[in-house]
Nanobody, 125 residues
Framework: QVQLVESGGGLVQAGDSLRLSCAASGRTFSSKSMGWFRQAPGKEREFTAAISWNGGITYYADSVKGRFTISRDNAKNAVYLQMNSLKPEDTAVYYC??????????????????WGQGTQVTVSS
């Protein structure tokens, strides 16, 4: 069983930065790809960023490319999302997720097996 717990969300102004963290339980974390997704009110959950088991491959949604950075520390069973130059349209609940699939990181939420409870990020203009 895997449990994921996000933290680091909050209320910030446009242009500010936030760093989200996701703490994972379970020994399988270090061998699995991880992803960050977000869901704004009235919208579907959307892919934000993903990282391979060793951090060697990363994917980003076009909307966050160049502003967000995903990273992981397998020794700490943690994955992070550094968010810079935040915009009001980044406002959403952010979720981390783990997939059992091997190989490249996944960008579809359907490919992920475990999800955290989410952390709210609100960016004011």
């Amino acid at each position: 069983q895997v449990q994921l717990v996000e933290s680091g969300g909050g209320l910030v102004q446009a242009g500010d930065s936030l760093r989200l963290s996701c703490a994972a339980s379970g020994r399988t974390f270090s061998s699995k790809s991880m992803g960050w997704f977000r869901q704004a009110p009235g919208k579907e959950r959307e892919f934000t960023a993903a990282i391979s088991w060793n951090g060697g491959i990363t994917y980003y949604a076009d909307s966050v490319k160049g502003r967000f950075t995903i990273s992981r520390d397998n020794a700490k069973n943690a994955v992070y999302l550094q968010m810079n130059s935040l915009k009001p349209e980044d406002t959403a609940v952010y979720y981390c997720a783990l997939t059992w699939l091997v190989g490249s990181p996944q960008t579809s939420p359907d490919k992920y097996n475990y999800w955290g409870q989410g952390t709210q990020v609100t960016v004011s203009s």
